[in-house]
């Protein structure tokens, strides 16, 4: 086991209700819990300040989750440790905050059909932090970081929210939909055939001790159906994007999801990216949800546009690949520390 064994940053858990999330639509409660990691040094009677760094956490996952002890790597409070304590990162503070749903977790966007998750983030976690941890409390000391969904989160608020974030780093973000979602459909289809329909799957699925590969699948399509299309005639209702007796595409409500893929997102908000003092992505390339040729479409379009950006591949897949905040977090150190 790799342990580092020099002086360590500090880890406290804090309670937030958010107003943003009472009354959220899938019934989730309001009160979250939060990580926040401090560099060593940090002190409640010092007075430097530090960029804040947000980590979000992909689907099935929650900040908080990013705190357990692993058998044979570091868990996030212990990566930085070594970062920091080795000079490799400079000293931030970093937040892990609760993004879980009873959906399985969430895109970091505003949907009436989950809860206004995007604004919860830029309204409520940011000013919560700001006013209660020595922060730099400016948007140009302030970054965001996540893997597959939080890396998707990371880079759509790069893209809606740059007045609020000023670095990003996406690991294996969520891009490039007809690769990334599209193969998947068939597979919830049977799922949700069988079972009746989504409320009788989801009823199910909540009954179970160990739900299995398919269901965990299925519930992640019907995830990001209640994100990308929700129905705004009812509001916690959202629209299935095939027609669950043929299996056919249905192309308007597929259209609602292409909406929301960065591929497509980015001739839109190229401005935004263009504003941000770092923009970082990659991806495995060896990625099993494929979303590797995404990265590659995206970076593309991001030369097209005259983005500034770092985009790598390596040699690995979706899974166990949090060494490459090895990578990342130094860069968004170093650019938010200017």
């Not at 895109?107 to 941890?133: C, H, K, T």
């Not at 379009?301 to 899974?319: C, W």
Request: aromatic share 10%; with cysteine; net charge negative.
């Amino acid at each position: 086991m790799r342990r580092y064994q020099g002086e360590t940053g500090q880890v406290e858990l804090v309670e937030q209700r958010s107003k943003q999330l009472e009354g959220n639509p899938l019934g989730d409660p309001p009160l979250r819990n939060i990580a926040i990691w401090t560099p060593p040094g940090y002190s409640a009677g010092g007075s430097e300040r530090y960029p804040l760094l947000v980590d979000l956490a992909g689907f099935t996952g929650s900040g908080i989750k990013h705190l357990a002890w692993s058998a044979f790597t570091e868990n996030l409070p212990e990566r930085l440790d070594r970062l920091v304590g080795t000079g490799q990162m400079k000293p931030c503070i970093v937040a892990m905050p609760d993004g879980f749903t009873s959906l399985g977790g969430n895109q970091y966007i505003d949907s009436p059909a989950v809860g206004p998750w995007a604004s919860y983030l830029v309204e409520e976690l940011v000013p919560f932090i700001d006013d209660r941890w020595r922060t730099l409390a400016q948007r140009d000391h302030r970054g965001v970081f996540g893997k597959s969904s939080g890396g998707y989160g990371a880079l759509v608020h790069g893209m809606l929210h740059s007045d609020t974030w000023g670095a990003i780093a996406c690991h294996s973000g969520d891009m490039y939909f007809p690769y990334g979602y599209l193969p998947d459909f068939p597979l919830a289809i049977d799922v949700l055939r069988r079972c009746g329909g989504k409320a009788a799957f989801l009823e199910k699925f909540r009954k179970k001790v160990k739900p299995r590969h398919d269901d965990v699948m299925t519930l992640m399509i019907l995830a990001m159906a209640a994100s990308y299309d929700p129905d705004l005639q009812r509001p916690g209702e959202y629209h299935l994007p095939f027609d669950l007796e043929t299996g056919e595409i249905i192309d308007e409500r597929w259209q609602r999801w292409l909406e929301h893929d960065p591929v497509q997102m980015v001739d839109r908000h190229h401005t935004a990216l263009k504003s941000l003092k770092c923009l970082f992505i990659d991806c495995g390339f060896r990625d099993q949800y494929r979303l590797h040729h995404g990265a590659r479409m995206l970076a593309k379009k991001l030369e097209q546009f005259d983005v500034p950006h770092l985009h790598q591949e390596f040699d690995d897949d979706h899974s166990a690949v949090d060494y490459r905040l090895d990578v990342s977090l130094p860069i968004l150190a170093e650019a938010l520390s200017r």
